[in-house]
């Protein structure tokens, strides 16, 4: 799924091809497709230090539900200088940005769920349960209010993460209706 306005606080409009106005419709998300997916492993040196809270099982598959977030060049400058700031003033040497100038990526995002795990099996009944919902909404904006930081379920990561001031209540009812879906079709670690 692609954030396509963080600046507007009212859905989009087109007009359709009778020229009545028309509510836009989030994007289709993108799936990998199951048969070009490898399983990874459980490898910490690939991935930060970071440690699985499940080790990988063949034919599990972890999955996420989140939109990428796309920064415009100044909005990245910004958040490396706090980045930098923070590291500097916190001296356990523990940062791993996401954000490296020296990387082409940028890869910050919004989460919408938490990390789950779909059998091999489930796969396609979820891709299409999440298409199917995802179809039916409009899209909206948000705007980033706030710093603040997170910490996973272990106390082994923090994190820090930008707020959401306008656009919360519309991303609640979201979280809401993709944890029905998840529920139904997923089970939770």
Partial sequence: MEKK???ESTPQVEKSPSGIKQKRKLPEPSFNNSTNVKSSTNDPSLHQGRKRSRPQIDGDWPTHIYIPINFEEKSQEILQKVI???AQED????????IEKNT???S???SLSRPSFLKTDERDDF???MRKFIGGVDLFGINFSNFSTLENDNLTRGFLVLEVGTGHSH?????AQINRVLKKEVQLP
Avoid at 91 to 98: D, F, G, M, P, T
Avoid at 171 to 175: E, K, T
């Fill in 5 to 7: 306005s963080t600046t």
């Fill in 84 to 86: 930098k700031k923070l």
């Fill in 91 to 98: 001296k356990s040497n523990v940062w791993h940005s996401l």
């Fill in 104 to 106: 082409e990526v940028f």
């Fill in 108 to 110: 910050l995002h919004l």
């Fill in 127 to 129: 891709i299409n349960q």
């Fill in 171 to 175: 991303l609640n009812l979201l979280v």
